[in-house]
């Protein structure tokens, strides 16, 4: 594989086994494009008087995070934006937006495409660790972790189980960083 110009490498080129076999065995394993640099559009709906995005806290959402809707999803934009929008509530994989106070709401007769402007702000990161006397390493290092503090640095909140993005129960994790 040293040997070879990665930009065109198929999976059947491999001397090893087992290998790839079926509709995909002649795709290229890597290509020399770089990804996508431009803005990335996310779909928005609305229901009712508020506006939906199928990205959320998983996607870094947080609350107030700020968004300009577009009819279509064209950079650089060919049409004025038909307004700006603000998250109000994140769940994992969606928000729920508004417009800011003071602006009017804007109708929208299809989906049409946000851009992200202005980040939200932090939130705390959520974890719920069941109770267990297994446990007890992962509660010492989180008890260290919140010890440290900083402007990029997030805090930890232990909450319960309905509360939590995350849920640790598992002795299986032995280190990590919260960054």
């Given amino acids: ?26 795709r290229i394993l890597f290509n020399s494009k770089a990804p996508n640099q431009g803005p990335v559009f996310y779909s928005v709906r609305s229901n009712d008087d ?17 968004f300009t809707v577009y009819q279509d999803p064209d950079w650089p934009p060919k ?8 998250a109000l509530k994140t769940t994992a994989f969606s928000t729920n937006l508004d417009v800011p106070s ?5 109708a929208l007769a299809r ?11 932090n939130e705390d990161l ?10 007890t390493c992962i509660f010492e290092a989180l008890a260290r972790e919140m010890q440290c503090s900083g ?9 319960s ?6 849920i640790l129960r598992s002795r299986m994790i032995t280190s990590f960083s919260i960054s």
């Fill in 151 to 159: 402007p990029d640095h997030r805090s930890i909140l232990l909450v």
């Fill in 79 to 86: 049409t004025s934006p038909l307004g700006v929008i603000v």
């Fill in 1 to 26: 594989m040293r040997q070879s110009a990665q930009h065109g490498f198929l999976f059947h080129s491999l001397s090893q086994n087992p290998q790839c076999g079926g509709y995909h065995q002649d």
């Fill in 102 to 106: 003071g602006d009017s709401q804007f």
């Fill in 50 to 66: 508020l506006y939906i995005i199928n990205i959320g806290a998983a996607h870094g959402i947080t609350e107030k995070a700020e």
């Fill in 111 to 121: 989906p049409a495409f946000a851009l992200q402007t202005r980040a939200g702000t």
């Fill in 126 to 135: 959520r974890l719920h660790v069941a109770m267990d006397e297994r446990l």
């Fill in 161 to 166: 189980k309905d509360q939590a993005c995350w």
